[in-house]
């Protein structure tokens, strides 16, 4: 029995937007349940609950150099030169500066400087104490532990240009004829530098980014609302796989036999749906190899 209807539609038209390329997680679930699950089958008995668990596992792990779970947020950089990570936030892939065309800059991180808390010290006797996690007292001084208030943090945000690297081993890239080498090919662009501070969950930008169009492309673990656990169909196999593997390996009964059979099946369908997904195009491979093999002039 086919799954579409008579008339067919326009990939755009509809709320679907083009979903008929996704499976939602329920649906795998409940697939599984009636496939694998049950009399003369691997698993005579299962619960629900394990296979979603499983699954919601398997949708993490896959999310990181699988599936395409790389999202990304546009903002304008603020006076304060920072940008909020976001809630789902695992790791960034790319960020980059918009230029006036539209192209997209990529911005390299500086790992020259970081966002220190400041502390309250006596200057005379150097003692310091935590009395509080925001605010320190000592005396009558309190600091507040604002992460816009680190003297480090002003002193980057302060800098003409974030990029120029004039601050170090300066003396040692330049030899007796004024020639400059030595210089790190990932500060040698004129782009922009960013850090990010984990602790405070803040990106900084050096102060020759303000106002410019920052455009953040970061992983998540596609657990962040119910409409993102959706798996394409180049992954599903995969997803049955990994779902098979972690029931029976946390089964004290079952042969070791069966457990390496289906570590090996998650292996493969794993491969599979990478190199599926790697939406390698075999024109678009040839022209890139006929580029390769033209002569710079």
Do not use: W
């Not at 067919?8 to 937007?17: E, I, L, P």
């Not at 896959?62 to 990304?72: C, E, G, P, T």
């Not at 990529?106 to 808390?117: D, E, R």
Request: proline share 3%.
């Amino acid at each position: 029995m086919g799954l579409l209807d008579i008339t067919q539609k326009a990939y755009h038209d509809g709320t679907d937007k083009g979903n008929y390329q996704f499976v939602s997680l329920d649906d795998i679930i409940s697939s599984f349940m009636v496939v694998y699950v049950g009399e003369n089958k691997i698993l005579t008995k299962v619960s629900r609950t394990d296979v979603q668990f499983h699954g919601m596992r398997a949708i993490q792990e896959l999310s990181y150099d699988v599936l395409r779970s790389h999202k990304a947020y546009e903002i304008e950089v603020p006076s304060t030169l920072v940008m909020y990570l976001p809630q789902d936030y695992v790791n960034y892939t790319k960020i980059v500066r918009v230029d006036s065309n539209g192209i997209e800059k990529p911005l390299y991180p500086t790992g020259k400087t970081s966002n220190p808390f400041p502390i309250a010290q006596n200057t005379i006797t150097g003692e310091y104490n935590f009395s509080d996690a925001d605010l320190l007292v000592q005396g009558d001084i309190e600091v507040d532990l604002d992460p816009y208030t680190s003297g480090t943090r002003n002193r980057f945000n302060a800098l003409s240009s974030s990029n120029n690297n004039q601050d170090y081993d300066n003396t040692n890239m330049i030899d007796a004829g004024g020639r400059r080498y030595g210089l790190d090919p990932q500060h040698a662009q004129t782009n922009g530098t960013f850090y990010i501070d984990n602790s405070t969950g803040f990106i900084h930008f050096g102060s020759d980014l303000a106002g410019e169009t920052i455009i953040l492309k970061y992983i998540s673990d596609g657990l962040g609302t119910d409409a993102e656990m959706v798996v394409h169909k180049f992954c599903e196999e995969a997803i049955y796989k990994h779902i098979m593997y972690g029931l029976v390996s946390g089964r004290s009964n079952m042969p070791e036999y069966v457990v390496q059979r289906f570590k090996k099946e998650k292996f493969a369908e794993t491969r599979k749906a990478k190199i599926r997904l790697s939406n390698i195009k075999m024109e678009e491979f040839t022209q890139v190899l006929r580029g390769l093999g033209k002569p710079i002039k």
